[in-house]
């Protein structure tokens, strides 16, 4: 008997791991099922899993108007990433620590989407004063990141660390602080679908994790 319950429960586990690794589609009735991805609408990252149509996505929590310049002198927008979906992270040039890792991780986003328009790169520099949009381009330059894919802000201060806390929720317990008078340096990277959801988070350290996210943002392309 003892036998036949472990085999049982073998079978159990596989089908559920099965289960877990399907696609979720619509149903034959045409009935919506749930998204692939969690949605994310606070610090504590508990999911919310919706159907695409659900009322509750009209006053979930998405990622503000904003504002700041990129490497090329641009102004970058909420309407710059309209319907595209895209990758948030925080950075500083001069970072001699996570940033470079973090840079390296971020490039292989960068080649695998290289050729889709649909998706994007946004790091947030958290020393504004220091990265001008001169020293962002250089920075760019130096590391082969492409303006059409992978934007650079700069802009004011206190909207990069407001929206880094309240939309991104990038608090102290997800990184390192600078310094006394900087904001934390978190590695990880926040994965925004088409209507300014989040719908991930990535320790941009990690080759799993950042092979996770390469997986789950053609999971977001599918919806």
């Known amino acids: 008997m003892k036998k036949w319950l472990n085999l049982i429960n073998v079978l159990i586990a596989a089908l559920a791991v099965q289960f877990v690794a399907m696609p979720v589609t619509a149903h034959p009735s ?3 099922a749930l998204a692939e991805l969690p949605y994310y609408g606070s610090a504590d990252f508990t999911p919310h899993w919706f159907k695409p149509d659900s009322p509750e ?3 979930f929590h998405q990622v503000p108007a904003f504002s ?10 909420q309407n710059t990433v309209k319907d595209k979906i895209y990758v948030a ?7 001699p620590g996570i940033c470079p890792r973090m840079k390296s991780q971020l490039s292989k986003v960068q080649s695998e989407f290289i050729d889709d328009d649909d998706v994007m790169i946004l790091s ?12 962002l381009q250089q920075y760019a330059k130096k590391n082969h990141i492409d303006a059409a894919k992978w934007l650079l802000v700069t802009g004011e201060r206190e909207q990069i660390y407001s929206l880094a806390k309240k939309a991104y929720f990038a608090n102290e317990d997800l990184g390192e602080y600078v310094s006394k008078e900087d904001f934390l340096h978190t590695e990880n990277l926040v994965l925004v679908d088409k209507n300014r959801h989040i719908r991930g988070i990535y320790n941009g ?6 092979a996770n996210l390469i997986t789950d943002i053609k999971r977001l392309i599918g919806e």
């Open 57 to 59: 996505l009209a006053g």
């Open 89 to 95: 992270s925080f950075f500083f040039t001069r970072c």
């Open 205 to 210: 350290l990690n080759n799993t994790s950042v």
């Open 68 to 77: 700041f310049t990129d490497q090329q002198g641009e102004i970058v927008t």
């Open 124 to 135: 947030h520099s958290i020393q504004p004063g220091n990265d001008t949009v001169e020293v």
């Open 30 to 32: 045409g009935e919506l």
